[in-house]
């Protein structure tokens, strides 16, 4: 992971220095600001399915367009 961040920071670096945005860098156009966005719901113990049902419903309540 320190790899990971420490290639993040150079990159930054190199882009600020540039003045270019890391969406433009990778190549991201127009559209990209209205992709959906999923939720993680996890099983609640024991298994309840109505427990569940409400924990869908407040994801996409709160936005999100699909829910895995």
Do not use: H, K, Y
Not at 8 to 19: F, I, K, P, Q, T
Not at 21 to 30: K, R, T, V
């Amino acid at each position: 992971m320190l790899a990971a961040a420490f290639e993040m920071a150079v990159s930054d670096a190199e882009l600020r220095a540039e003045g270019r945005s890391l969406a433009a860098s990778l190549g991201i156009g127009p559209g990209f600001e209205t992709m959906p966005a999923g939720a993680v719901v996890g099983i609640p113990d024991p298994r309840d399915v109505d427990a569940l049902l409400v924990d869908v419903g407040r994801a996409v309540g709160g936005g999100s367009s699909r829910s895995a």
